[in-house]
C-alpha cells in the first residue's frame, strides 16, 4: 500500500481519476494551493490535477522544486495537456485522467521504483555526515541529537529545547527551504498556535548564539523562509575566489 496525496479544486475529488479509487492505496485529497504543502507529508507520491489548470500545476511543480522537496509528481492531464508540458516541469510522469487501474498502478510502481534508485545511487548518506553515535557534523557545527546538545569548536551552545530542535531539524536538511508554517508544524507541532512569529523569534536567538561569524549558516530566503547553509560551501567558495585573485595579473 502506498501513500498518496491527490491536489485538486474539484469538489468530487472521485471524478478526478476514478481508477485511484479502485486501488488499494491510502489517497489523502488537498486544495491545489501552496499551503497544502506545508501538510504534504515527505513520504507521498503527489497527484496534481492538471486537467483544468494547468497553470497552478506549473506554479505548484516549480514551488516543490524551489523548495527543495524531492517528492514524486504525477501530473493528471487531460489529452489536449500533453501539449504543454515538457521537462522544465519537473514531474516524474503523467498520466490521462481516464487510465485504467492497471496503467495507474504500473506507474505508481514505476514512479516508487525510480525514487528507491535514486536513494541508493545517493548512497543513502546523510548530507551532514551523521554518524551512529548521533552526531551531525556541518563545519565546526556538532550537534548532538542525542544528548540534545550543540557545539561550535568544542565550545558548548546554550539553547533553549525548542532553538535546538530548530537548529537540528534545520541541519538535518541543509540547503532545503522551509516556509515559517512548516518549521512551526515540524518544529512546534500541530497543536501550536502561538502564530509564525515565533519561528523568526528562535531564529534572531539561534544566529546570536551561534555568533557573527556562524549567524550566516541559517539563510533567509526573502518572501519564502528559512534553509540551512553548510559553512563547507563559504569556506570552498572562499578558497575559489582566493585562488582566482592569486592567478590575476596585477595592472603596472
Same mark, same amino acid.
Given at each position: ?11 468530487? @475529488? &472521485?471524478? !478526478?481519476?476514478?481508477? +485511484?479509487? $479502485?486501488?488499494?492505496? %491510502? ?6 494551493? #501552496? ?65 485504467? @487501474? &492497471?496503467? !495507474?498502478?504500473?506507474? +505508481?510502481? $514505476?514512479?516508487?521504483? %525510480? ?6 545511487? #545517493? ?130
Amino acid at each position: 500500500m502506498t501513500d498518496l496525496t491527490l491536489m485538486t479544486f474539484s469538489h468530487d @475529488p &472521485a471524478s !478526478v481519476l476514478p481508477s +485511484l479509487a $479502485l486501488l488499494s492505496h %491510502r489517497v489523502r485529497v488537498l486544495p491545489m494551493d #501552496a499551503a497544502s504543502l506545508v501538510k504534504m507529508p515527505e513520504n507521498t507520491i503527489l497527484f496534481l490535477d492538471g486537467r483544468d489548470d494547468l497553470a497552478t500545476a506549473k506554479t505548484l511543480c516549480r514551488l516543490i522544486h524551489a523548495s527543495g522537496l524531492s517528492t514524486p509528481i504525477v501530473l493528471i492531464l487531460t489529452e489536449g495537456g500533453f501539449t504543454v508540458v515538457n521537462a522544465e516541469w519537473g514531474v516524474t510522469d503523467v498520466v490521462v485522467a481516464t487510465a485504467s @487501474p &492497471a496503467e !495507474v498502478e504500473g506507474r +505508481l510502481r $514505476l514512479v516508487a521504483e %525510480r525514487g528507491a534508485a535514486t536513494v541508493v545511487a #545517493a548512497g543513502a548518506a546523510p548530507a551532514n555526515d551523521e554518524q551512529e553515535d548521533g552526531l551531525i557534523r556541518s563545519g565546526d557545527l556538532v550537534v548532538d541529537t542525542n544528548g540534545y546538545t550543540a557545539n561550535l569548536r568544542g565550545i558548548p551552545i546554550d539553547l533553549a529545547y525548542k532553538e535546538f530542535e530548530l537548529l537540528k531539524y534545520l541541519v538535518q536538511h541543509p540547503g532545503r527551504v522551509f516556509t515559517r508554517a512548516q518549521l512551526l508544524q515540524e518544529v512546534w507541532g500541530y497543536d501550536y498556535y502561538g502564530g509564525t512569529r515565533t519561528v523568526d523569534v528562535h531564529i534572531r536567538r539561534l544566529r546570536a548564539k551561534l555568533g557573527g561569524e556562524y549567524e550566516h549558516v541559517i539563510g533567509t530566503v526573502r518572501n519564502v523562509g528559512y534553509r540551512f547553509d553548510p559553512p563547507e560551501e563559504d569556506e570552498e567558495r572562499a578558497q575559489a575566489q582566493e585562488a582566482a585573485g592569486h592567478g590575476t595579473p596585477q595592472r603596472p
